[in-house]
């Protein structure tokens, strides 16, 4: 429904081919590698599905206004992650940070295939570039934001 799958296959196809020594290389000191870059897409992942839990448990339902989220991966325009979201190494191999990602979308999925699509757009959560968006786009905002990311990886490949 929100073409995740799809979008996650670009990221595996992508880091099955590189080695763990290419995949932790930074191509300067300010910019992430590539396995703190998959940190970064957990770490957004875990934090959007326990959003979610919360606003569905705990928030008054409200609307928004559909958001040009297909927009994220234009990387022309700049986001700075919060501190929470940034990677802090807690991948040393790529196995590492695949199997984390298969267990974030596990949990992704599981919420979704037991809310209807209805039922995510009844809420709303706040996003730092977007404003509030329903959690219907919260889900679909995973997908595109890992596309963003994979252009990025693959500035960095090219870099090394």
């Known amino acids: 429904m929100y073409e995740l799958e ?35 897409l957990f770490l957004i992942e ?50 590492e940070a695949k199997d984390a990602l298969v267990k974030s979308r596990e949990a992704t999925l599981f919420l979704v295939h037991n809310k209807d699509k209805a039922t995510l757009e009844k809420y709303t959560m706040p996003h730092p570039a977007f404003g509030d968006m329903t959690l219907d786009q919260w889900v679909e905002f995973i997908g595109w934001h890992e596309l963003r990311h994979l252009e990025q990886m693959k500035e960095v490949e090219k870099a090394l």
């Open 6 to 40: 799809e979008k996650r296959d670009q990221i595996f196809q992508f880091i099955d081919g590189l080695t763990d020594e290419q995949a932790a290389t930074r191509p300067s000191e300010e910019e992430w590698s590539i396995l703190e870059t998959l940190e970064h």
């Open 46 to 95: 875990k934090s959007v599905v326990k959003g979610l839990n919360h606003v569905m448990k705990t928030g008054e339902q409200a609307t928004a206004k559909s958001k040009p989220i297909h927009r994220t991966t234009d990387r022309s325009h700049k986001v700075e992650a919060p501190e929470r979201l940034r990677p802090a190494g807690r991948f040393t191999t790529l196995s």
